[in-house]
T-cell receptor
């Protein structure tokens, strides 16, 4: 699986958009970008994933650059409950087989 | 929504005890996984199973065994608990299909303390 680079921490004001960047310059053609988050003392939660098109669901939007070497997860209206560690993962898509490898992630702190 | 449940959120055991951690998923997933998560070490795969009665070793299987007698249930067994097995244990499940949404979904975790 390709390696990813994320900033160690970010802050965001409640109600504002949180934009979390991820670099994955060695991504292969069959690898997807997945985002998970982990709220303190809970299991990781799947957020969204994509291949090359931008994706949106009820939780977030994922913007992938045209060259696919970086992406941004957008939480459009961050709340205090969005405070968590956010992990960007690149792996072969379309299958749950194989281990997930989380990097250090980005600690997002949403403040009032 | 996918639901993965784990039998306990917190567990305290003594060294040498046999410990059972149970995981149940309600999405008819073929694949199930046991990870442990420790500060600074990230997520490490202990065992996984891709079918009933099938199991594969992950990266750190020593000191653990697993059981999958039914599709929805995957148990992790610590044969003789040791203090270095104090950790957060995470169960995950996922479909074997190759659809666009195939990924792993996690349970809430069991925080195990071995004294």
């Amino acid at each position: 699986d390709a390696k990813t680079t994320q900033p160690p921490s970010m802050d965001c004001a409640e109600g504002r958009a949180a934009n979390l960047p991820c670099n994955h310059s060695t991504i292969s053609g069959n690898e997807y970008v997945y985002w998970y988050r982990q709220i303190h003392s809970q299991g990781p939660q799947y957020i969204i994933h994509g291949l090359k098109n931008n994706e949106t669901n009820e939780m977030a939007s994922l913007i992938i650059t045209e060259d696919r070497k970086s992406s941004t997860l957008i939480l459009p209206h961050a709340t205090l409950r969005d405070t968590a560690v956010y992990y960007c993962i690149v792996r072969v898509g379309g299958t749950s087989y194989g281990k997930l490898t989380f990097g250090q992630g980005t600690i997002l702190t949403v403040h009032p | 929504d996918v639901k993965v449940t784990q039998s306990s959120r917190y567990l305290v055991k003594r060294t040498g005890e046999k410990v059972f951690l149970e995981c149940v998923q309600d999405m008819d997933h073929e694949n199930m996984f046991w990870y442990r998560q420790d500060p600074g070490l990230g997520l490490r795969l202990i065992y996984f199973s891709y079918d009933v009665k099938m199991k594969e070793k992950g990266d750190i299987p020593e000191g653990y065994s697993v059981s999958r007698e039914k599709k929805e249930r995957f148990s992790l067994i610590l044969e003789s608990a040791s203090t270095n097995q104090t950790s957060m244990y995470l169960c995950a499940s996922g479909s074997a299909g190759r659809g666009a949404k195939e990924t792993q979904y996690f349970g809430p975790g069991t925080r195990l303390l071995v004294l």
